[in-house]
């Protein structure tokens, strides 16, 4: 056995997708995946679910599907950490002939037609209790505040700039406009970037991803048998993971460094290559910061220099980085980590059309969870490893 690979993807409708449960939704995305590989649900032995689609994720799931004799059943939760874990445990499961066959899947459904997107993850007030009504009474009461917190820490130590963080947001769109499935896909200034309303200063509205509902799923097999099935194998050469522990306190990293410093470094080691190898990044942007704080831990560019790295035009199209090329979760759609890694295999695959990336014989894919807690990182190929 020469490695794991992806060889199938499943995508549901995403966005305002409105009538079905998540539990649903994930059962179509498997059945997706399944059937694009050249498989039925029933060559499936392994199922890992992500946190999201309610109740007890992974044995109900395995019941709608029909789903017997598993041999690897788990849900796994590291936030939007959560895809590059499950397929690096997919990966493993499959090397140590745990199981032949894993779907990996995630899954929401937080949007209803009669809720703003904006109210879609809010906490009811009557939630904050003890300390943490303490940082709610300082104004901290959303994740954002929490991101941007982060953000004003990096640009009081750096220099940077909101104007660079909207040159990721202007790049991303930019990319956004050849995905037929992203939500926004007009294109956008620096100038729309600054006069989009403030949602926690320093982030601006198109700082801030979109929230979608629907579901993602791959399956994950040996690369021998990936050869065999319906579309070309996309090999997992590495993964990592970091979680810093940083806490939000004076004299921390909190907001300065991420645990994509750690991730990147074991998924680059395990897969023998450099930053300079890569060809793709496709980054977890759940904020326009957490892509440029990304790109300066795994070395894409020195510490405080992501937002001129960014400003310079290197991540959009015709960029030396191609960054979040299907536009990401802050113009295409929010499905946590399946969003980079579902652009990575459609980029490795060669199914881009017209926003497919000049060269992607090697993508780093990201993954970021809680508020900077959590940090998986991939690197995927056409290629088998060592080819």
Request: glycine content about 12%; hydrophobic content about 40%.
């Given at each position: 056995m020469d490695g794991a690979a992806i060889a199938g993807l499943g995508m549901t409708e995403?966005?305002?997708?409105?009538?079905?449960?998540?539990?649903?939704?994930?059962?179509?995305?498997?059945?997706l995946a399944a059937a694009d590989a050249g498989l039925s649900p029933g060559d499936l032995d392994g199922l890992l679910v992500s946190h999201g689609t309610g109740g007890s994720p992974g044995i109900e799931l395995a019941e709608t599907l029909g789903l017997r004799d598993l041999r690897l059943l788990s849900q796994v939760n590291a936030f939007g950490a959560t895809a590059g874990a499950m397929?690096?445990?997919?990966?493993?499961?499959?090397?140590?002939?745990?199981?032949?066959?894993?779907?990996?899947?995630?899954?929401?459904?937080?949007?209803?037609?009669e809720r703003s997107a904006g109210s879609a993850y809010g906490r009811d007030a009557r939630e904050w209790y003890g300390f943490g009504g303490m940082t709610a009474a300082l104004g901290l009461r959303s994740v954002t505040s929490f991101y941007a917190l982060a953000a004003r820490r990096h640009m009081s130590r750096y220099g940077t700039t909101s104007e660079q963080l909207g040159a990721i947001a202007v790049a991303t769109r930019?990319?956004?406009?050849?995905?037929?499935?992203?939500?926004?896909?007009?294109?956008?200034?620096?100038?729309?970037?600054?006069?989009?309303?403030?949602?926690?200063?320093?982030?601006?509205?198109l700082d801030c991803c979109l929230v979608s509902n629907g579901a993602i799923a791959v399956i994950v097999t040996s690369a021998d048998r990936a050869r065999d099935?319906?579309?070309?194998?996309?090999?997992?050469?590495?993964?990592?993971?970091?979680?810093?522990?940083?806490?939000?306190?004076?004299?921390?990293?909190?907001?300065?460094?991420?645990?994509?410093?750690?991730?990147?470094?074991?998924?680059l080691k395990m897969a023998g290559i450099t930053v300079a190898d890569v060809d793709?990044?496709?980054?977890?942007?759940?904020?326009?910061?957490?892509?440029?704080?990304?790109?300066?831990?795994?070395?894409?560019?020195?510490?405080?220099?992501?937002?001129?790295?960014?400003?310079s035009g290197a991540l959009g199209p015709g960029g030396t980085l191609p960054t979040n090329t299907g536009g990401g979760q802050l113009s295409a759609y929010y499905m946590w980590g399946m969003t980079p890694l579902s652009e990575a295999v459609i980029q490795a695959r060669g199914d881009g059309g017209e926003?497919?990336?000049?060269s992607s014989d090697v993508i780093l894919v990201s993954g970021n969870g809680g508020i900077l807690d959590h940090h998986s990182t991939l690197i995927v190929s056409p290629h088998p490893k060592g080819a």
């Open positions: 995403l966005g305002r997708v409105y009538g079905r449960s998540p539990r649903r939704l994930a059962a179509d995305a498997v059945r397929v690096s445990h997919a990966a493993m499961a499959v090397l140590s002939g745990s199981a032949t066959a894993v779907a990996c899947v995630f899954a929401d459904a937080p949007l209803t037609p930019a990319w956004a406009a050849g995905n037929p499935r992203a939500q926004l896909r007009d294109p956008i200034t620096i100038e729309d970037h600054q006069n989009s309303r403030w949602v926690s200063e320093p982030l601006h509205l099935l319906a579309r070309p194998p996309v090999h997992v050469w590495g993964w990592g993971q970091g979680h810093p522990g940083h806490r939000r306190e004076r004299g921390s990293e909190f907001g300065l460094a991420t645990g994509a410093a750690a991730s990147g470094a074991a998924a793709v990044c496709e980054l977890y942007d759940c904020y326009t910061y957490t892509v440029l704080v990304s790109l300066e831990d795994y070395g894409f560019c020195g510490k405080g220099e992501g937002g001129a790295f960014a400003a926003r497919q990336a000049p």
